[in-house]
């Protein structure tokens, strides 16, 4: 629960507010971006809320955020009602589940809500008020983790909704080591004719991302969108395996079509094929220059 009396200086004066616990996992700021900003390598409020939907964007961010940094000086009587929003819809059946892990550093999850079983996209908290919520909407059947960072509560959705989690060998730890569905080599593996993960070795040696209906990417930590460059990247210093296996990965990618880049840390972005085309190849262009500046 965040603080008052530790409220950044940072913060305009007002209801909402940041703490100095934040860890500057950016989601407040791109959950709810007329609210807060970056200010001295953490987040802060900049405008106070003044309408409905920012003062429900804000408290989802306060729901969201993986430290529990943000806070309200007025007891939120709507908080129930904003718990209810979770999770928030992007686009069709795919979704944002909010309440964010501080185990992950905060990166965001997902769930595509399927006929023949829910898809649980990296690990949220294991939040009582969002486990009712995918109780009411069919439960989970699959738990697929992109990576070894982005795991957090895996095993009490599994416990909770025995869904079968997914994970790359090569990211296998001792926390993972359970797993139902342990994937291999650097091939395709289609999952169901609407799912296809495809092995993306760079960020770690088992990254793979999820491709459905060759539409939504999830990416993991491989591929985001740059608000400061205003193209897709790549993270090269949190690139923990390979940025040259990195740079491989990243030229397979470009050949599958897609429209949606959904991450786990950065910005998602949206775009019609031909667009992500061309920001893939900006992309790639941009991860060779920087490989060759030594960046």
Known sequence: ????????????????????SCIDCDTCRWMAPTVFHEAGDQSA???????????????????????????TVEKPIDIQTVQQSFPV???????HCGYHAESSYGA???LILRSEGNVLVDSPRFAPPLVRRLEDLGGIKYLYLTHRDDVADHQKFHDH????????????????????????????????????ILPIPGHSKGHTALMYREKFLFSGDHLAWSERLSQLI???????????????????????????????????HHGNRQEMTQQMQQCIDWMERSSDSGW
């Open 45 to 71: 409020v900049y405008h106070q809320p003044n309408t409905a939907e920012e003062r429900v964007k804000a408290l989802q961010a306060l729901l969201a955020c993986p430290t529990a940094s943000i806070g």
């Open 89 to 95: 819809c992007i686009d069709e059946n795919v979704y």
């Open 1 to 20: 629960m965040a603080k008052l009396q530790q409220r950044r200086t940072q913060n305009t004066e007002g209801d909402f507010y940041v703490d100095a």
């Open 108 to 110: 965001a999850s997902y």
């Open 161 to 196: 909704f025995g869904a079968e989690r997914i994970l790359h060998e090569d990211d296998i730890v001792a926390d993972t080591r359970s797993v139902e569905i342990k994937l291999s080599g650097y091939e395709a593996f289609s999952l169901a004719p609407d799912l296809v």
């Open 234 to 268: 790549a993270f090269r210093n949190v690139c923990w395996y390979s940025w040259s296996e990195q740079i491989r990965s990243m030229r397979r990618l470009s050949n599958y079509p897609f429209e949606w880049v959904l991450p786990g840390h950065g910005r998602r």
